[in-house]
């Protein structure tokens, strides 16, 4: 129940929240650097945790919809309250986060402990006053978004206007404004008439960072479309198509399985577009459709290990990937704890290893490479000894500063960058 699902800083950074196959949120709040230790920059500390969705089942199909957590969006800051997006398979839902450190005492109809008070005896009228009182933190759901999808929700995706959201599942992409939650728009549908004629899957979707009429989605084909709410209210004819042509040379029955786009992520500028597919990470130029301006290999070494991972189910696995603040670093993960950094701008690249032998509280993490066949060195592993129960799938990036999270199945691990 504790295998984090999906990890997401907010938009100044100063909260980061995760969400848990048990249905629970822990959002962990950034400390206040001390002033009698200035160089320790702010570390991550639990703020709070709530259980934001309960495992259900449907009647009518006979199906338990389990509790898990797959995406949680945050809303930028309008208030003294934070305001995030958490979604299970089926149920979208709006949670809001506020402090209370001050309560109300001295009522006229009931005493402190909230029991009433016999009206014979009051006899004079009391001003209630605020008293200071212990901080609290607080999570109410103010909307619950239910009864929109027939299969498993995937994505969610914050517009810029902020008053809409979209949420994607296998075929379908809805469009739903905060204050509405009875009723939501279909505005991409790709059900054949025919389910047997069915080719292809939603696999991501998400909004431009700044145009509020353009979004994309990508499939289990290794495509990705672009559409423009603008051209017609069902987007199922979209603007642009990317897609590259598969090398023949590299064909196999594995193909169509590892070209599968997992995640789908715009950069931060709005002029490009990463998705991570099993093997690679690729950043596209929006002004380019018929191929990705760079291709950076994760784990190459796995492509003489396709078969057994077909067999172990690893080949299905989903792992996201995140730019830094500046769009010019990504990440993205690996098994055995492996996560991957490529520098857009200098061609190189990193593999880091989220452990708990390796990862002391200030240590600093060692580069890890991986031997392919012939002899090994000292400080390399090989392939064979990987492993694969060990992934991570999700990461985040804060969005100003060199911190980023990385979660290692129910470990939550926090590095950043070396401070002189």
């Known amino acids: 129940a504790d295998i984090i699902s999906t990890v997401e800083f907010n938009h100044t950074g100063e909260l980061l929240a995760t969400g848990d196959k048990g249905g629970r949120v822990v959002i962990f709040q950034r400390e206040q650097e001390s002033k009698n230790q200035p160089h320790r920059r702010g570390e991550y500390n639990v703020y709070s945790t709530f259980q934001s969705h309960e495992p259900e089942f449907d009647y009518l199909k006979s199906l338990e919809i389990e509790e898990k957590i797959n995406k949680i969006r945050w809303l930028p800051q309008q208030n003294a309250a934070y305001f995030l997006l958490s979604t299970n398979d089926k ?12 309560r109300p005492e001295g ?22 006053v605020l008293r200071p009182m212990d901080l609290m933190v607080e999570a109410t759901p103010r909307r619950v978004f239910a009864n929109a999808h027939t299969y498993h929700i995937n994505s969610i995706s914050v517009n810029s ?5 979209m949420s994607a599942d ?6 739903w404004n905060f204050e509405i939650t009875n009723q939501s728009f279909n505005i991409v549908d790709i059900k054949p008439a025919n389910m047997e004629e069915l080719t292809e899957v939603i ?11 353009t979004f994309v989605y990508s499939s289990s084909k290794g495509t990705i479309r672009l559409c423009d709410m603008r051209t017609a209210a069902l987007c199922d004819r979209h603007a642009k198509f990317f897609e590259e042509p598969e090398d023949p040379s590299n064909r196999s029955f594995f193909s169509e399985i590892i070209s599968s786009i997992s995640d789908v992520k715009f950069s931060h ?5 990463m998705t991570r597919d099993y093997l690679t990470v690729k950043v596209w130029d929006l002004n380019m459709e018929n191929r990705p301006i760079e291709t950076y290999q994760v784990h190459d070494y796995l492509r003489s290990k396709l078969c057994s991972l077909y067999e172990n189910d690893c080949i299905f696995d989903k792992f996201e990937c995140v730019w830094n603040g500046s769009d010019s670093v990504i990440m993205t993960g690996s098994y055995n704890n492996f996560f991957r950094m490529f520098d857009r701008n200098t061609k190189r690249d990193v593999t880091l290893e989220a452990s708990r032998e390796n990862s002391k509280p200030r240590a600093i993490l060692k580069p890890r490479k991986v031997c392919v066949g012939g002899k090994r060195r000292k400080d390399e592993i090989s392939v064979d000894s990987l492993d694969f129960s060990k992934k991570i799938l999700h990461t985040a990036w804060h969005p100003s500063e060199n911190i980023i999270a ?8 926090i590095f950043q960058d070396k401070v002189n």
């Open 91 to 102: 149920t979208v839902k709006l949670w809001k986060v506020s402090e209370r450190d001050k």
């Open 269 to 273: 500028s709005g002029r490009y577009i």
């Open 406 to 413: 990385v979660a290692a199945t129910n470990n939550l691990y």
């Open 203 to 213: 696999t991501a979707a998400e909004f431009h960072p700044h145009e509020c009429n």
């Open 107 to 128: 009522y006229n109809l009931k005493d402190e402990d909230g029991r009433l008070r016999d009206p014979s005896m009051i006899t004079m009228l009391r001003v209630p």
């Open 161 to 165: 206007d902020y008053e809409t959201y």
């Open 170 to 175: 296998d075929l379908r992409i809805n469009l």
